[in-house]
C-alpha cells in the first residue's frame, strides 16, 4: 500500500478501511498513516459520520414486539441444547475458528408471508386495485357485447320476416 497520500481519498482506501477489507498489512499502515497525518483522521472521521448517517437514515426497524417474541420462545434448555449442539459441532469442524463463549442465538425463521420494502406497497395495491376494474370492465363490456348480439339477432329475424310477409294491394273501391 505504498502509495501517494492523494491516492488514499480518490481511490478510496480510507472507505476500504473504514469497512474493513484491507488485509491487516494494510490496516497496519493506514494506523501509522493516520497517525502522522491528522487531516487525514479528520477526513476518515468526516466519512465514518456521512457512512454513519447513511445507513441510520435507511435502517428498517425491526417488526414491534420481535425482541418479546424472540424471547418468549427462547428458555434456557433450549440455550444449553443449543451450546451442546455447537460444541458437538466444532469438535467434528475443527478447522472453523469460532469462539466458545458465543453470544448469537440459533433462530430458525417459518414465517410464510412475503415482506417487501414500504415503498413497493402502494405500486402492488395500485396494480391490485387496477386489476380488479379492468376486471369488472372486461365482463361488463363481455355481457354487454352479448346483449348487444342478441338484440341484432332478433332485428335480423324481425327483419327477416317482414321481407317474407308479402305486400297487400290496398282495396281500391
Do not use: C
Request: proline share 5%; glycine share 4%.
Amino acid at each position: 500500500m505504498a502509495i501517494k497520500s492523494h491516492q488514499y481519498l480518490e481511490e478510496g482506501f480510507l472507505e476500504a478501511y473504514l469497512t474493513g477489507v484491507v488485509s491487516e498489512q494494510e490496516r497496519a499502515e493506514m494506523k501509522q498513516y493516520l497517525s502522522d497525518n491528522p487531516e487525514y483522521q479528520a477526513e476518515l472521521n468526516e466519512i465514518e459520520t456521512s457512512m454513519e448517517q447513511f445507513f441510520m437514515r435507511r435502517a428498517v426497524p425491526p417488526p414491534p414486539g420481535l425482541r418479546d417474541a424472540v424471547m418468549n420462545r427462547i428458555n434456557q434448555n433450549e440455550i444449553q441444547q443449543w451450546r451442546l449442539e455447537e460444541d458437538g459441532n466444532k469438535s467434528r469442524n475443527s478447522a472453523k475458528n469460532s469462539n466458545p463463549n458465543s453470544q448469537y442465538v440459533h433462530v430458525e425463521v417459518d414465517d410464510t408471508h412475503i415482506r417487501v420494502h414500504k415503498y413497493w406497497r402502494p405500486a402492488f395495491i395500485a396494480v391490485f386495485v387496477l386489476s380488479k376494474v379492468f376486471l369488472i370492465a372486461g365482463l361488463y363490456y363481455y355481457f354487454k357485447a352479448g346483449s348487444i348480439e342478441r338484440e341484432l339477432e332478433q332485428l335480423r329475424q324481425q327483419n327477416s320476416v317482414q321481407q317474407t310477409i308479402p305486400a297487400r294491394p290496398l282495396n281500391t273501391r
